[in-house]
């Protein structure tokens, strides 16, 4: 037998012995998401202390990094491990494999960290570029690293994957939920089928802000944050369900799919919820004021007991995970990205919460007014702002510059020698001339004011001289 497989065998018999002393429990407590992109994050160790500080009750991390759970050994948090999604065609196709996944990662810690889920994969079902390559693998996945926890008599570790709300062609009215056609049957039957049999979640990342954000004028935002009063709330004419906020909505529509499909008494969990403190100047309602707001009401919801639940599923109880503990300054994307968390990067509070929900609402300090929950009517630049160590390093902020130039059609023609931008000839001046240029052509696309951190928007016009910096009103 080769060294290395030697090693696993070991490792799975060591699994199987511990694995007796092992037990469940209910879950309790609002969960939280703790990410690691960001610069400067605290130790593994502090970030456990800061979860207690939290009053949290379970933690999901987006990989088997040893660290944190070498952190989380002997603690009473609940754990949730994610498997990453570039590995499930393997462990689709080979047992061998799962098993010696769950052997390296979950063997070396567990039962000292009470780990209860393991999801397989994050949200692939959002990209239709892993149609061909790994979603026919998800459920033989699950499967494999489900048998690899039943060989070893693990029976409280349950096996999920996380799925968007865009895993729904329709979510309103809620009774109306249906999963879209091209992943409906031969996804979403076989993976709810497993669900339903080894007693597991499917686990949702509902997020009320896109919800409310991309339709303001017709969501009232108090709504969206669980303190709307009853002469708003919405009645469902197919249910005949009255829904009092938007997230027990979107609950509601995924029941709604799962029963289409024959499987609605496959348990609900919720992988990711939160609200942004902060985010670019056009987008709407990410600050401190409803983030606190949103997280505040929902530890306080999630604490009741008995449990709420959904109007569809009333008294239901449900594992939550707030997104997240820490804002992420490396996460690509518009700015709200980087700031979904409860605790910036030194560990300090972005505003007080107690996620246990016992804390009474009217004990909280005064938070700042909102400042931007209508939308922004003015003109946006995107220039050179770099706050992190790259902006230091001209081969980064190079390459950024070139990528940049690279898109569409005369981005950076203002810039090459005798264009009306050209001068000052710096690195830094052409990066925020290039930088406006690409995402003023490209917003509309998708296209972000990021550029790795090196970019920010700006009210303030860069134009100088001849020198015009274009920009669009929104």
């Known amino acids: 037998m080769p060294p290395h497989t030697q090693a696993t065998f070991l490792y799975l018999l060591l699994l199987c012995f511990f694995s007796a002393t092992a037990k469940g429990g209910r879950f309790a407590r609002l969960g939280i998401n703790y990410g690691t992109l960001g610069d400067d994050l605290p130790s593994a160790s502090r970030s456990v202390h800061l979860l207690h500080s939290l009053g949290a009750g379970a933690v ?3 990989d088997a990094n040893p660290a944190i759970l070498h952190a989380l050994a002997g603690t009473r948090f609940r754990v949730s491990i994610m498997v990453p999604n570039e590995i499930i065609p393997s462990l689709g196709v080979n047992a061998s494999a799962a098993s010696a996944w769950v052997a390296t990662n979950l063997g070396p810690f567990y039962p000292a ?7 397989v994969g994050n949200e692939i079902l959002s990209y239709t ?5 790994t979603w026919p693998f998800l459920v033989p996945a699950m499967v494999n690293i489900h048998r690899a926890l039943s060989a070893c008599s ?3 570790v ?12 329709t979510s309103f009215p809620p009774s109306a939920g249906a999963f879209r056609s091209d992943i409906a049957e031969p996804v979403m039957r076989p993976l709810l089928r497993f669900l339903h049999k080894t007693r597991s979640y499917y ?13 303001p004028s017709s969501i009232r935002l108090d709504y969206a944050l669980f303190s709307s009063n009853a002469s708003f709330n919405y009645f469902d004419p197919g249910s005949k369900l009255t829904y009092t906020n938007l997230f027990d909505q979107m609950l509601d529509a995924v029941a709604a799919a799962m029963g289409q499909l024959g499987s609605g008494d496959v348990r609900i969990a919720v992988a990711e919820t939160g609200w942004p403190n902060a985010g670019d100047l056009d987008q709407i309602g990410a600050n401190v004021h409803n983030a606190a707001i949103y997280n505040r009401n929902l530890a306080r919801r999630l604490a009741a007991r008995p449990a709420v639940g959904t109007p569809a599923r009333p008294g239901a109880v449900m594992p939550v995970f707030v997104f997240s503990l ?3 300054n490396q996460k690509p994307g ?12 030194n560990g300090s509070k972005v505003y007080e919460v107690d996620l246990s929900g016992r804390r009474p609402l009217d004990s909280y300090p005064p938070l700042p007014p909102p400042e931007n929950n209508e939308p922004y009517k003015g003109k946006i630049w995107c220039v050179f702002g770099g706050d992190r160590k790259a902006a230091t390093n001209a081969t980064t902020v190079g390459a950024a510059l070139a990528y940049a130039c690279g898109q569409g059609n005369g981005t950076c023609d203002a810039i090459r020698p005798g264009g009306p931008c050209y001068k000052p000839n710096t690195l830094v001046a052409h990066a925020s001339y290039a930088f406006n240029s690409y995402w003023q052509q490209f917003r509309q696309a998708g296209g972000t004011c990021f550029f790795d951190g090196l970019a920010v928007q700006t009210k303030t016009d860069p134009s100088y001289g001849t020198c015009k910096y274009v920009s669009f009103t929104n």
């Open 203 to 215: 686990f949702v990342d509902a997020y009320p802000y896109f919800a409310w954000a991309s339709n």
């Open 113 to 119: 960290v009470r780990v209860r889920y393991l999801l």
């Open 154 to 156: 693990i029976r409280d």
């Open 60 to 62: 999901k991390i987006y």
């Open 129 to 133: 570029s892993l149609a061909n390559s």
């Open 334 to 345: 518009p700015g709200t990205e980087r700031h979904w968390g409860l605790l910036y990067p």
């Open 158 to 169: 349950k096996v999920g994957t996380t799925l968007a709300m865009d895993a729904l062609a």
């Open 326 to 328: 820490y804002n992420e």
